[in-house]
């Protein structure tokens, strides 16, 4: 039951996450419903989803941390104008 939980959870998070309009967003969102999976596979004791989704959550920090960077840029460019 308690692993149903974690994956219905997970799912829905991931769903919403397709609706969201920026990119940051839907990797963060991404972030946490793969972390449900995470969890929901341990659970489970599915070797395949658990990893999976701890590469996805790599993967998306890596994208999270290029993203805030690139902003990051964007507004010292900025300064340098004014």
């Given at each position: ?12 998070l991931?769903?919403?996450?397709f ?23 341990l659970?489970?004791?599915?070797w395949?989803l ?33």
């Amino acid at each position: 039951m308690l692993a149903e939980v974690f994956g219905i959870i997970a799912g829905v998070l991931m769903l919403i996450s397709f609706a969201m309009p920026k990119q940051l967003y839907i990797r963060l969102l991404g972030v946490v419903a793969c972390s449900f999976f995470v969890v929901y596979g341990l659970l489970l004791t599915a070797w395949s989803l658990w990893i999976l989704n701890t590469i996805m959550i790599l993967i998306n920090i890596y994208y999270i941390i290029k993203l805030l960077r690139g902003r990051n840029r964007e507004t010292q460019a900025e300064i340098k104008k004014d």
